[in-house]
Every structure is written in structure tokens, then in C-alpha cells.
């Protein structure tokens, strides 16, 4: 017969595997859906017009931001509707849950794979951008590493 130990630790390992496919489930549904308003009507055709603009600029470039301008409504929009952007809340990052961040981390690693700025130059740009504290930035950057490690082979002298 096993001990009251073994049967705690056994519910207990129960338990924590609930939560663990509850946060699983949580980031498939969210991999499912991400970015689907860029598809909507209030985002399609201005991302559209807009798209060659942001492959042409790097990452915290005046002409890069001048481009999000010319997406007005369409971006704000997006940002209304996506709660894995810290525009979506008025605390930015701090109004945010770790799966909201986990999309977020993941969004930015693949902007970064289309982008003409380094992983570690962006990762600078909106940690100010986002007033991120410390050590929620390094909490980001370690997950990047663990997620992408070859990204960050090349070391910029930013970080």
C-alpha cells in the first residue's frame, strides 16, 4: 500500500499536468488564430498596400515607423484585437499574462526572421519601446535563446 507521500506526490504530479495542458492547449488555440485580423476587413487591404514598405525597412527605423503610420486604423485595429501585442494594453507589458507574453516572444522571433535588424538590436529597441524591466527582459531573452539558439549566435554589443 503506498504511503500518504506517494499519494500526495502522485496528485500532486496529476494536478500540475492539468495546468501544463491547460497552458498547451491555451498556446495551440493561440498558434491557431494569431494574427487572423490582419485577414479582416478593417486590416486586409492597408497590410496589403502597406507590406512592401515593411519588408524594406529595418526594425526601429524612422522609415520603418513611418510606414506603421500609413496603417492608421488597420493597425490600430490589430492591436484592439491581438492581446499579444503591449499595445493592446494601456499598462503595456505589465497588463499582460505569460501566455499572452510566450505569443508575444514567439511573434517577435519570427518578425526577427524576416527582418533586416538582429534579434539582439530589436530585443534593445522594444525592451525601451516597452519600458520592460530588467528582469522580465532577461526572462525574454532566455527564452529566446532556449526557442531559437542560432539567432543569437552572431553577438551584438547592445546586449
Same mark, same amino acid.
Given at each position: 500500500m503506498p504511503s500518504d507521500y506517494v499519494k500526495? !506526490? @502522485?496528485?500532486?504530479? %496529476? %494536478? @500540475? $499536468? +492539468?495546468? !501544463? *495542458? +491547460? @497552458? $498547451?492547449? *491555451? !498556446?495551440? %488555440? %493561440?498558434? $491557431? *488564430?494569431?494574427d487572423n485580423s490582419k485577414f479582416s476587413p478593417e486590416e486586409y487591404d492597408i497590410y496589403d498596400e502597406v507590406f512592401p514598405e515593411l519588408q524594406k525597412y529595418a526594425y526601429g527605423t524612422p522609415e520603418l515607423k513611418a510606414a506603421y503610420e500609413r496603417l492608421g486604423p488597420a493597425l490600430k485595429h490589430h492591436f484592439q484585437v491581438n492581446d499579444h501585442h503591449p499595445d493592446h494594453f494601456a499598462a503595456g507589458v505589465d497588463g499582460m499574462n505569460l501566455i499572452q507574453l510566450i505569443e508575444m516572444v514567439c511573434d517577435w522571433l519570427a518578425a526577427s526572421e524576416r527582418s533586416k535588424t538582429h534579434i539582439t538590436t530589436g530585443l534593445s529597441i522594444n525592451k525601451e519601446r516597452y519600458h520592460i524591466d530588467d528582469q522580465l527582459f532577461e526572462a525574454i531573452k532566455s527564452t529566446m535563446m532556449r526557442l531559437a539558439p542560432g539567432k543569437f549566435l552572431v553577438i551584438d554589443p547592445v546586449l
Amino acid at each position: 500500500m503506498p504511503s500518504d507521500y506517494v499519494k500526495d !506526490l @502522485v496528485d500532486h504530479k %496529476r %494536478r @500540475v $499536468a +492539468s495546468y !501544463l *495542458e +491547460s @497552458v $498547451a492547449n *491555451e !498556446l495551440f %488555440r %493561440r498558434a $491557431a *488564430e494569431h494574427d487572423n485580423s490582419k485577414f479582416s476587413p478593417e486590416e486586409y487591404d492597408i497590410y496589403d498596400e502597406v507590406f512592401p514598405e515593411l519588408q524594406k525597412y529595418a526594425y526601429g527605423t524612422p522609415e520603418l515607423k513611418a510606414a506603421y503610420e500609413r496603417l492608421g486604423p488597420a493597425l490600430k485595429h490589430h492591436f484592439q484585437v491581438n492581446d499579444h501585442h503591449p499595445d493592446h494594453f494601456a499598462a503595456g507589458v505589465d497588463g499582460m499574462n505569460l501566455i499572452q507574453l510566450i505569443e508575444m516572444v514567439c511573434d517577435w522571433l519570427a518578425a526577427s526572421e524576416r527582418s533586416k535588424t538582429h534579434i539582439t538590436t530589436g530585443l534593445s529597441i522594444n525592451k525601451e519601446r516597452y519600458h520592460i524591466d530588467d528582469q522580465l527582459f532577461e526572462a525574454i531573452k532566455s527564452t529566446m535563446m532556449r526557442l531559437a539558439p542560432g539567432k543569437f549566435l552572431v553577438i551584438d554589443p547592445v546586449l
